[in-house]
């Protein structure tokens, strides 16, 4: 496959963004159109601005189509992609791809347009008249409302080139340019009705120029090229700042500090590039130069970051940073710039600039202002829109200067705002492991993650409307513990919540208990047992989540079950060693009253019977549910107690509980920060986490270890236990090693020891299985401790024994494996049609933003991924995925453009699936020659009138017609079917 685009004809351009939109509703792929709906507008450089913001020089400015598709989005301001003297096959074979990595912070390492300059120019002019045709005919806005910005690098000498030089001078005035005059006759042939507007538009495409410099450009250089384009080309110019300017202290210790800690670089950039003592004075030079030639200088903040690739994020030796990372350092530059200037000086604003930070930073007189990492997260192009309606609201006021005081506390606030502060654990891998199909791939990620697969986008849909007894009745069918799940579910499912790249996680766990708890007495009041099916008698050893989710499987179905549960009331450890702060007593009944009413029966308080008893009463099958009982010891001496002991004591019996003025807590699991946070509240002064790792690498969930330091638990790391006595926890400091088979840093002891206050050590190591509880049933157990799921004689094994350390989740998991079992097929359910959605409005809502909201309002906040997922399509700058309607398929599906991809990889970021779109999916190519040169599963279109194409499938290649049979996959037919007949413009 090519990774080499080819700029589109300004036809084709024009015929396709009419076609789209007229037969589509879209433009590029760009289904939801920013109309102005009034004539308020800014100035800037004495031209109409009706939004002060757009894309910033980048993949999103490279080609006409992505400019158009910003446009149509609601971008009013664009800073054109970068053009420098090294340019095409030159620039892009400097490329190593994929090139762009933008799933939280961004990266890439990529720079300039790979087009030729000249290619990059007609690029612009295309884009600027397909802007001012659609302005007019869409009634999107004042034809004259949009800017665009030049961006040049890297020296003067090549700024001085013929080719450069041609180049600004033609986007001053392209009227004398063979593109201009061959754009505008086409416009004409077109719509000769509109000729008397083509030929007024005016032909000067940029006034402006942002001026873009290598690290390390010497002072004399930056200045010498902003005084050039001021005086010899009359431009109003912005210099871009590097973040280097800050210096290497401040910006280590901000990023550090915000737990960045692990982006790698060093000093050389801060020492090589412009320092500030020789910036302020060339600004305050340059501004008076401008003055003086009757045009505005400013600063454009700012550059992306130099950093050093250390985990393979990216290709290459070193990649540039941006988004939300960047923020903190570019808005501190900002601030002092401001401060330094007296806000006299106009700046532009770049780095990490979003839909949570725009609109401030324009209330503090920073703008134009330019988008870039958001808009290459899903959403794309189209999360322009939300910032568009957003400024229609705010006042257009003319430029009076920096408001130095308001930009300092941007800078201050960006240290505790939750935007820019990073997770304390790594991100979780957000991929589905499974490989993405060419055809049908769409898929809530939320749902693929569960061990249970619950239908989650339409309960949550339900819920959204209402409907709570229909959603507890659906989420029912895979999960018989409403109450239990939606209070402490580990929440795998919003780890992979698409909506994390959008802000954060829809709350799923709380939409669950909101329906639990709104739909459990309309509905509890009509359960009734089953009628009884004869046979398949089954005991359930353990009345824990695993054996109470598997009697309401089975009952459900009318087989007689018995659990069998030694506690004097069902629900294991939810209900006697979790604290009741993290559960309630009465929320665990009501989960058991639900497999109650299904006819399960439960008998509590006594032992179950063995093997040979189960057998003799009848019973057929059998699961061991009962988990691991039996304590990791931590092996030292002193006050230690282990973390079971302690939690069932505050259970039963906190009065005789005496843990002294300060506890120490061992381990850094989730049970552990219940014991710290149990500790806490029964009034211990201080409490601590002792782990010989640091956080990152605790295997808490990060919301348990935040709940815990909120209560005021305070986290000792790098510390490992050796003696508790007289009040004192004796530890060894540790140092963090190599990465190890956990995929964790190792620990490497030291000699240093070091004490903290402890009257009572619990001990959170973990729980083990026991072997004789198992042998009892005649089962063994594998060298690890495992079972088997099917033991044999009827007997199965579920949760820890089978798994290791199990979630209340994957124990339902395996009780409906179980039941699977025992009752021989899988049974199905229809949801209610109230669940599903509707397309077009799932669509729309695809691109906002949104932060959490109060109770069932949350349920807004689902993206209804099984309805539309189209992340690939959303997220490509270059508009080279496209997501088609095809006859007899519910969801549309995923076309590959060639033409149009550089495979710079975002696409790839952010599929569900272990797939690359852009390699996976079914191509269109734009001509046999770049067939050939791919591997690509497509087509290539050899005869229009009889539908005759090129086809690769596997590896196979033949010429098929499809205006007649022709034995291919029906699936793959139908999809080129619908480019001839409903998406001829991309052919």
């Given at each position: 496959?090519?990774?080499?685009?080819?700029?589109?004809?300004?036809?084709?351009?024009?015929?396709?963004?009419?076609?789209?939109?007229?037969?589509?509703?879209?433009?590029?792929?760009?289904?939801?159109?920013?109309?102005?709906?009034?004539?308020?507008?800014?100035?800037?450089?004495?031209?109409?601005?009706?939004?002060?913001?757009?894309?910033?020089?980048?993949?999103?400015?490279?080609?006409?189509?992505?400019?158009?598709?910003?446009?149509?989005?609601?971008?009013?301001?664009?800073?054109?992609?970068?053009?420098?003297?090294?340019?095409?096959?030159?620039?892009?074979?400097?490329?190593?791809?994929?090139?762009?990595?933008?799933?939280?912070?961004?990266?890439?390492?990529?720079?300039?347009?790979?087009?030729?300059?000249?290619?990059?120019?007609?690029?612009?002019?295309?884009?600027?008249?397909?802007?001012?045709?659609?302005?007019?005919?869409?009634?999107?806005?004042?034809?004259?409302?949009?800017?665009?910005?030049?961006?040049?690098?890297?020296?003067?000498?090549?700024?001085?080139?013929?080719?450069?030089?041609?180049?600004?001078?033609?986007?001053?005035?392209?009227?004398?340019?063979?593109?201009?005059?061959?754009?505008?006759?086409?416009?004409?042939?077109?719509?000769?009705?509109?000729?008397?507007?083509?030929?007024?538009?005016?032909?000067?495409?940029?006034?402006?120029?942002?001026?873009?410099?290598?690290?390390?450009?010497?002072?004399?250089?930056?200045?010498?090229?902003?005084?050039?384009?001021?005086?010899?080309?009359?431009?109003?110019?912005?210099?871009?700042?590097?973040?280097?300017?800050?210096?290497?202290?401040?910006?280590?210790?901000?990023?550090?500090?915000?737990?960045?800690?692990?982006?790698?670089?060093?000093?050389?950039?801060?020492?090589?590039?412009?320092?500030?003592?020789?910036?302020?004075?060339?600004?305050?030079?340059?501004?008076?130069?401008?003055?003086?030639?009757?045009?505005?200088?400013?600063?454009?903040?700012?550059?992306?970051?130099?950093?050093?690739?250390?985990?393979?994020?990216?290709?290459?030796?070193?990649?540039?940073?941006?988004?939300?990372?960047?923020?903190?350092?570019?808005?501190?530059?900002?601030?002092?710039?401001?401060?330094?200037?007296?806000?006299?000086?106009?700046?532009?604003?770049?780095?990490?600039?979003?839909?949570?930070?725009?609109?401030?930073?324009?209330?503090?007189?920073?703008?134009?202002?330019?988008?870039?990492?958001?808009?290459l997260k899903p959403g794309g192009y189209a999360r322009l829109r939300q910032i568009a309606e957003m400024f229609d609201d705010v006042p257009k006021k003319p430029f009076t200067g920096v408001d130095a005081d308001r930009t300092a506390r941007l800078s201050e606030q960006a240290e505790i705002d939750a935007?820019?502060?990073?997770?304390?654990?790594?991100?979780?891998?957000?991929?589905?492991?499974?490989?993405?199909?060419?055809?049908?791939?769409?898929?809530?990620?939320?749902?693929?993650?569960?061990?249970?697969?619950?239908?989650?986008?339409?309960?949550?849909?339900?819920?959204?409307?209402?409907?709570?007894?229909?959603?507890?009745?659906?989420?029912?069918?895979?999960?018989?513990?409403?109450?239990?799940?939606?209070?402490?579910?580990?929440?795998?499912?919003?780890?992979?919540?698409?909506?994390?790249?959008?802000?954060?996680?829809?709350?799923?766990?709380?939409?669950?208990?909101?329906?639990?708890?709104?739909?459990?007495?309309?509905?509890?009041?009509?359960?009734?047992?089953?009628?009884?099916?004869?046979?398949?008698?089954?005991?359930?050893?353990?009345?824990?989540?695993?054996?109470?989710?598997?009697?309401?499987?089975?009952?459900?179905?009318?087989?007689?079950?018995?659990?069998?549960?030694?506690?004097?009331?069902?629900?294991?450890?939810?209900?006697?060693?979790?604290?009741?702060?993290?559960?309630?007593?009465?929320?665990?009944?009501?989960?058991?009253?639900?497999?109650?009413?299904?006819?399960?029966?439960?008998?509590?308080?006594?032992?179950?019977?063995?093997?040979?008893?189960?057998?003799?009463?009848?019973?057929?099958?059998?699961?061991?549910?009962?988990?691991?009982?039996?304590?990791?010891?931590?092996?030292?001496?002193?006050?230690?107690?282990?973390?079971?002991?302690?939690?069932?004591?505050?259970?039963?019996?906190?009065?005789?509980?005496?843990?002294?003025?300060?506890?120490?807590?061992?381990?850094?699991?989730?049970?552990?920060?219940?014991?710290?946070?149990?500790?806490?509240?029964?009034?211990?002064?201080?409490?601590?986490?002792?782990?010989?790792?640091?956080?990152?690498?605790?295997?808490?969930?990060?919301?348990?270890?935040?709940?815990?330091?909120?209560?005021?638990?305070?986290?000792?790391?790098?510390?490992?236990?050796?003696?508790?006595?007289?009040?004192?926890?004796?530890?060894?400091?540790?140092?963090?090693?190599?990465?190890?088979?956990?995929?964790?840093?190792?620990?490497?002891?030291?000699?240093?020891?070091?004490?903290?206050?402890?009257?009572?050590?619990?001990?959170?190591?973990?729980?083990?299985?026991?072997?004789?509880?198992?042998?009892?049933?005649?089962?063994?157990?594998?060298?690890?401790?495992?079972?088997?799921?099917?033991?044999?004689?009827?007997?199965?094994?579920?949760?820890?024994?089978?798994?290791?350390?199990?979630?209340?989740?994957?124990?339902?998991?395996?009780?409906?494996?179980?039941?699977?079992?025992?009752?021989?097929?899988?049974?199905?359910?229809?949801?209610?049609?109230?669940?599903?959605?509707?397309?077009?409005?799932?669509?729309?809502?695809?691109?906002?933003?949104?932060?959490?909201?109060?109770?069932?309002?949350?349920?807004?906040?689902?993206?209804?991924?099984?309805?539309?997922?189209?992340?690939?399509?959303?997220?490509?700058?270059?508009?080279?995925?496209?997501?088609?309607?095809?006859?007899?398929?519910?969801?549309?599906?995923?076309?590959?453009?060639?033409?149009?991809?550089?495979?710079?990889?975002?696409?790839?970021?952010?599929?569900?699936?272990?797939?690359?779109?852009?390699?996976?999916?079914?191509?269109?190519?734009?001509?046999?020659?770049?067939?050939?040169?791919?591997?690509?599963?497509?087509?290539?279109?050899?005869?229009?009138?009889?539908?005759?194409v090129k086809l690769r499938l596997d590896g196979s290649v033949s010429e098929v017609s499809l205006s007649k049979p022709n034995g291919i996959d029906k699936d793959i037919e139908g999809i080129m079917l619908a480019v001839f007949k409903d998406y001829g413009y991309m052919l």
């Open positions: 496959m090519s990774e080499r685009m080819t700029p589109m004809p300004f036809d084709k351009l024009i015929d396709w963004i009419l076609s789209e939109h007229q037969a589509h509703g879209a433009v590029f792929g760009v289904s939801s159109p920013y109309q102005k709906k009034d004539a308020s507008a800014l100035t800037l450089f004495g031209e109409k601005l009706e939004a002060p913001f757009g894309p910033a020089a980048g993949p999103n400015t490279q080609l006409a189509e992505n400019i158009v598709a910003g446009y149509y989005a609601g971008a009013r301001f664009f800073e054109l992609k970068t053009v420098q003297k090294m340019d095409g096959e030159e620039l892009a074979s400097c490329i190593n791809r994929p090139c762009i990595l933008a799933d939280d912070e961004g990266y890439n390492c990529e720079w300039s347009t790979e087009l030729t300059v000249p290619q990059a120019f007609e690029e612009y002019v295309k884009a600027y008249l397909a802007i001012k045709l659609i302005a007019k005919k869409l009634s999107l806005g004042d034809p004259d409302g949009f800017q665009f910005n030049m961006s040049v690098g890297y020296d003067l000498a090549g700024i001085r080139t013929e080719k450069l030089n041609s180049f600004i001078d033609g986007m001053k005035d392209a009227s004398g340019t063979a593109v201009w005059q061959s754009c505008i006759s086409c416009l004409k042939e077109k719509f000769p009705q509109d000729a008397a507007y083509f030929d007024s538009i005016k032909p000067t495409i940029a006034t402006g120029v942002t001026v873009s410099t290598l690290h390390g450009c010497p002072p004399d250089e930056i200045e010498a090229i902003a005084s050039y384009l001021i005086t010899e080309k009359r431009l109003n110019t912005f210099v871009k700042c590097n973040p280097t300017i800050l210096g290497y202290e401040f910006a280590r210790n901000r990023l550090d500090k915000l737990g960045y800690d692990y982006i790698a670089f060093d000093e050389h950039h801060f020492n090589e590039d412009l320092q500030y003592k020789d910036a302020v004075p060339m600004f305050h030079r340059l501004m008076a130069l401008a003055r003086a030639n009757g045009v505005e200088f400013g600063l454009k903040l700012s550059n992306t970051f130099p950093v050093d690739v250390k985990a393979d994020e990216l290709p290459s030796e070193e990649m540039y940073m941006s988004g939300r990372a960047l923020y903190p350092l570019t808005i501190e530059m900002a601030a002092r710039m401001a401060r330094e200037f007296d806000g006299r000086l106009r700046l532009s604003y770049s780095g990490g600039a979003d839909y949570f930070n725009i609109k401030p930073l324009y209330e503090a007189g920073i703008w134009p202002i330019t988008v870039a990492t958001t808009i935007h820019y502060i990073k997770p304390i654990k790594p991100l979780p891998d957000r991929k589905n492991g499974d490989r993405l199909p060419m055809v049908d791939c769409f898929t809530a990620p939320c749902m693929g993650s569960c061990p249970i697969h619950q239908d989650i986008p339409e309960y949550i849909e339900l819920v959204e409307k209402q409907l709570y007894t229909e959603a507890l009745e659906l989420i029912l069918e895979k999960n018989p513990l409403p109450f239990i799940t939606g209070t402490i579910c580990a929440h795998r499912c919003m780890d992979k919540c698409t909506r994390n790249f959008y802000d954060s996680s829809v709350y799923i766990r709380q939409m669950k208990l909101i329906a639990a708890e709104k739909g459990y007495n309309a509905l509890i009041g009509r359960l009734e047992p089953q009628p009884r099916q004869e046979g398949k008698k089954t005991a359930i050893i353990g009345g824990g989540p695993a054996g109470i989710a598997a009697a309401y499987f089975i009952a459900r179905e009318g087989y007689e079950v018995t659990v069998f549960e030694r506690e004097a009331k069902p629900g294991g450890i939810v209900e006697n060693i979790i604290p009741s702060f993290r559960i309630a007593s009465d929320a665990i009944a009501k989960d058991v009253e639900l497999a109650r009413r299904m006819g399960a029966r439960f008998v509590c308080g006594k032992e179950a019977p063995d093997l040979y008893q189960l057998k003799a009463e009848g019973y057929e099958y059998i699961l061991l549910a009962f988990g691991a009982q039996k304590h990791v010891e931590l092996g030292i001496s002193g006050n230690v107690m282990n973390v079971m002991d302690f939690l069932r004591a505050a259970k039963e019996e906190p009065e005789k509980l005496a843990l002294g003025r300060a506890v120490a807590v061992i381990g850094a699991g989730n049970t552990a920060m219940d014991a710290a946070r149990l500790a806490k509240r029964m009034g211990a002064g201080k409490v601590s986490i002792v782990y010989r790792r640091t956080r990152k690498y605790m295997p808490a969930d990060e919301e348990e270890l935040k709940l815990a330091l909120e209560d005021g638990v305070e986290l000792m790391e790098l510390l490992s236990p050796v003696e508790q006595r007289d009040g004192r926890l004796i530890c060894r400091r540790m140092e963090l090693g190599d990465i190890d088979a956990s995929g964790r840093r190792g620990v490497v002891e030291t000699d240093e020891l070091t004490e903290i206050e402890a009257d009572t050590v619990i001990a959170a190591l973990g729980e083990r299985i026991d072997r004789d509880m198992f042998a009892k049933y005649g089962v063994e157990l594998d060298a690890s401790g495992r079972a088997r799921f099917d033991c044999g004689a009827g007997v199965y094994a579920a949760g820890d024994a089978l798994r290791g350390p199990a979630t209340v989740v994957e124990a339902i998991a395996d009780a409906r494996r179980f039941a699977d079992a025992v009752i021989g097929f899988n049974r199905g359910y229809m949801v209610d049609k109230a669940a599903m959605r509707d397309y077009r409005e799932t669509l729309a809502k695809k691109h906002k933003l949104c932060q959490r909201m109060d109770s069932e309002a949350e349920a807004k906040r689902c993206l209804g991924c099984s309805t539309v997922c189209e992340n690939c399509v959303s997220c490509c700058p270059n508009r080279a995925n496209a997501a088609i309607k095809v006859k007899g398929k519910a969801q549309r599906q995923i076309l590959h453009i060639d033409a149009l991809c550089n495979e710079c990889g975002n696409c790839a970021v952010f599929c569900p699936y272990n797939g690359r779109p852009y390699k996976d999916k079914l191509t269109l190519f734009a001509n046999e020659a770049d067939f050939m040169d791919s591997e690509n599963n497509g087509f290539v279109v050899l005869d229009k009138d009889s539908m005759t």
